[in-house]
């Protein structure tokens, strides 16, 4: 009895009228979920791989997929239990177009990629790693902007091979495993299954004579020095990026980047939230009774501020445009000041008499309100 051809839209869990993008999304989905590298040692898993991936080889070539849903072809009724194997590309392939992987073959394209049955890992140019490192600022630097003096430590390619690894004289050899591909693939039935070289680690070639300053790794570890500028505006734990000035990447790839974390000391007298910056002003007792002029302190100096008649305590008064400037050149924040009354330790005598007077003329209970619901008069 043939064994049943399976439904590639039931292997993916989409409907057959699925969209090329809804098809995509499953696909990667359980792509992910059952790929062997993460299943180490699960032969079910493996099949379960197989089998979506060949489903998504179908389903998402507009040819393959119209000759599957007319029964054509290799899908002709009696045309075998399963797939054609010639329908669909390499288990190598499969990979490749799920983890981006594919390049082209010696001679066919710039990265000298895969050669027959290869991934090309050996020749592509790749990106240096990306560094981080703190600096740290004063709350005025933080503001205005300033130049930093930074020291890394990171790696560069050895001066002595000049990053290849090999004694001065000699040059690395194709590795006779892989003859330079830097993969190796294992056929399982109709799939064939790449990975890394075991030999060469994936690089194409092995040193014979290492290098003695680098040990045959072709870097070595430095203090790499520079001056960096730091933008107006930032905070504390700000992550300025400097592009181009991480790690020197491999094979002609481009440096990563470098990331600079600000930590910025506190200010005794500004303090940053948000976009905006809080300054406390105290006051007097008889400021906020009658109001007052007042001089208080700015990111780049001074300025008075009228006190209103009866300022409470905790009242805010703002001064747009005063404050930080923004990243990126969008203008600059706002200072707000809290004011705040300050009460006298102790009284003298002449001090305590002007509170006494002052009482006698100050007239109202404001905790009446308690007992009242709210009302200043209690009502029959």
């Not at 600022?137 to 890394?152: P, R």
């Amino acid at each position: 009895m043939a064994a049943t051809k399976p439904d590639l839209y039931k292997v993916l869990g989409v409907g057959r009228n699925a969209s090329d993008a809804e098809i995509k999304k499953a696909y990667r989905r359980l792509a992910r979920r059952y790929h062997p590298d993460t299943n180490a040692g699960d032969r079910a898993a493996e099949e379960r791989f197989k089998e979506i991936s060949a489903a998504h080889d179908v389903l998402s070539d507009p040819d393959k997929r119209r000759a599957y849903d007319q029964g054509t072809g290799p899908f002709a009724a009696g045309g075998g239990a399963g797939f054609d194997p010639n329908a669909f590309g390499s288990f190598s392939d499969i990979l490749s177009n799920l983890f981006g992987r594919g390049g082209a073959g010696p001679g066919g394209g710039p990265t000298g990629g895969r050669g027959p049955g290869g991934t090309g890992s050996r020749a592509r140019p790749q990106r240096g790693r990306d560094l981080e490192t703190e600096v740290s600022l004063s709350f005025q630097e933080a503001v205005d902007g300033t130049q930093a003096s930074l020291a890394i430590p990171t790696s560069m390619p050895c001066e002595t091979c000049h990053g290849t690894g090999a004694r001065p004289g000699t040059s690395p050899i194709v590795c006779p495993v892989c003859q330079g591909r830097g993969v190796e693939s294992q056929g399982q039935g109709f799939f064939s299954i790449t990975q890394p070289c075991s030999r060469c680690g994936g690089s194409g070639t092995i040193v014979e004579s290492p290098c003695p300053t680098c040990g045959g790794s072709g870097a070595r570890r430095t203090i790499k020095r520079l001056r960096v500028n730091i933008p107006a505006g930032v905070k504390d734990g700000s992550r300025v990026r400097i592009a181009g000035k991480g790690e020197p990447g491999a094979n002609g790839g481009p440096p990563g980047d470098l990331f600079v974390v600000t930590r910025v000391t506190p200010s005794p007298v500004f303090r940053q939230v948000g976009e905006r910056i809080e300054v406390e002003v105290p006051l007097t007792v008889v400021e906020a009774l009658q109001g007052a002029t007042v001089e208080v302190p700015t990111l780049t100096g001074k300025k008075r501020l009228r006190i209103a008649p009866g300022t409470r305590h905790g009242a805010v008064q703002r001064l747009r445009g005063e404050g930080a400037p923004r990243l990126g050149g969008k203008g600059r924040g706002d200072i707000h000041y809290r004011f705040t009354i300050e009460l006298p330790r102790s009284l003298n005598a002449e001090q305590r008499e002007a509170v006494e007077r002052l009482a006698q003329v100050m007239n109202g209970n404001p905790r009446e309100r308690l007992f009242t619901g709210g009302r200043t008069e209690a009502t029959a």
